[in-house]
T-cell receptor, first 110, second 113 residues
Framework: EDKVVQSPLSLVVHEGDTVTLNCSYE??????LLWYKQEKKAPTFLFML????IEKKSGRLSSILDKKELFSILNITATQTGDSAIYLC??????????FGQGTILTVHP | GAGVSQSPSNKVTEKGKDVELRCDPI?????LYWYRQSLGQGLEFLIY????????KSGLPSDRFSAERTGGSVSTLTIQRTQQEDSAVYLC???????????FGDGTRLSIL
């Protein structure tokens, strides 16, 4: 059975801190690792990683995939209160089915 | 609209009733997915439609759950004889093709009394 595990489950930081969110996966026919941010309702897409060792970056967020160790991290630098959300990691197969982790709840205090 | 649209946004019903949840994917997206998110849990895959291929129903939790996608666009998820454990947020997503990022709707919050 496919499995995705995220850690930590929750994290409380202050504005300006840097955080690292972890995601390990065991997915048959693995093709991609995706990160989503979920605030009130719909998860919004952040990154899709298919190649090992190549960092993807968007503003203060960055992510990298290690296909040998079956692991990905999401980094957020100079955190802001608007970064408070649930961050979801998902392993995707070659035909698109996603297996999600349980999410990391990030709280950023002013 | 430009995004995935789901209706209703909230649904409260009595145990034993049938419910229908609707999803309108992004125009031109060939793949459509249904997920369920229970309180404090990650997203649980339910069913996947890709073009005219037979859907992947491997995530449906029981035979009370079914879904169809008409004309390759709008999809309806039906839950028959609802039970209290069916209470959750039901999320729909679509993608251009099966291996592209999925974009989610706001979900339907289903509450079974």
């Amino acid at each position: 059975e496919d499995k995705v595990v995220q850690s930590p489950l929750s994290l409380v930081v202050h504005e300006g801190d840097t955080v690292t969110l972890n995601c390990s996966y065991e997915v048959t026919n693995f093709r991609s690792l995706l990160w989503y941010k979920q605030e009130k309702k719909a998860p919004t897409f952040l990154f899709m990683l298919t190649s090992s060792g190549i960092e993807k970056k968007s503003g203060r967020l960055s992510s990298i995939l290690d296909k040998k160790e079956l692991f990905s991290i999401l980094n957020i630098t100079a955190t802001q209160t608007g970064d408070s959300a649930i961050y979801l990691c998902a392993g995707g197969t070659s035909y698109g089915k996603l297996t999600f982790g349980q999410g990391t709840i990030l709280t950023v205090h002013p | 609209g430009a995004g995935v649209s789901q209706s209703p946004s909230n649904k409260v019903t009595e145990k034993g009733k049938d419910v229908e949840l609707r999803c309108d994917p992004i125009s031109g997206h060939t793949a459509l997915y249904w997920y369920r998110q229970s309180l404090g849990q990650g997203l649980e895959f339910l069913i996947y439609f890709q073009g005219n291929s037979a859907p992947d129903k491997s995530g449906l939790p029981s035979d009370r759950f079914s879904a169809e996608r008409t004309g390759g666009s709008v999809s309806t998820l039906t839950i028959q004889r609802t039970q209290q454990e069916d209470s959750a947020v039901y999320l729909c997503a679509s993608s251009l093709f099966g291996d592209q990022p999925q974009h989610f709707g706001d979900g339907t919050r289903l509450s079974i009394l």
